[in-house]
């Protein structure tokens, strides 16, 4: 995923200030982030082969070809598709001293659980049956 995600560097403008939608890379090949983070992708499926060197990846929108699948032409698509950087990733992880401030600190973070509740949307993957093969 880290791999995907960094040709964010490749598209025109670079990871915060392309206004583009990131359809085509400057220096290199986009695809994998734009379908990474495309608005209209609700699931990601991975696979690893059994000898661990190929892995190949799965993209679920809707059921049928529209705005909301991944890399689907055209242009405008993409620019409302694919988001543009709005925080850093220190603001993300709220260590930023930009934006409001009420001048009160913050509560302590609550104790972690022993076994982590499964994600909402999260389906057995065992269980899910490919539309594309049936």
């Given at each position: 995923v880290d791999l995907w995600?960094?040709?964010v560097g490749n598209c025109r403008g670079g990871p915060g200030g392309?206004?583009?939608g990131c359809q085509t890379g400057a220096k290199g090949m986009t695809g994998?982030?734009?379908a990474l983070i495309w608005k209209g992708?609700?699931?990601i499926g991975c696979a690893w082969s059994k000898n661990g060197k190929l892995a190949i990846c799965r993209y679920k929108s809707d059921d049928v070809l529209n705005a909301n699948s991944a890399n689907m032409p055209p242009q405008s698509n993409y620019i409302a598709q694919v988001p543009?950087?709005?925080k850093t990733?220190?603001?993300c992880q709220g260590s930023s001293s930009e934006g409001?401030?009420?001048?009160?600190?913050s509560a302590p973070a609550p104790p972690t659980a022993s076994a982590p509740a499964p994600a909402p949307g999260c389906t057995d993957s065992t269980k899910y049956k490919d539309p594309w093969f049936r």
């Open positions: 995600y960094s040709e392309f206004a583009d994998h982030f734009t992708v609700k699931q543009r950087r709005v990733l220190a603001q409001p401030s009420t001048g009160m600190p």
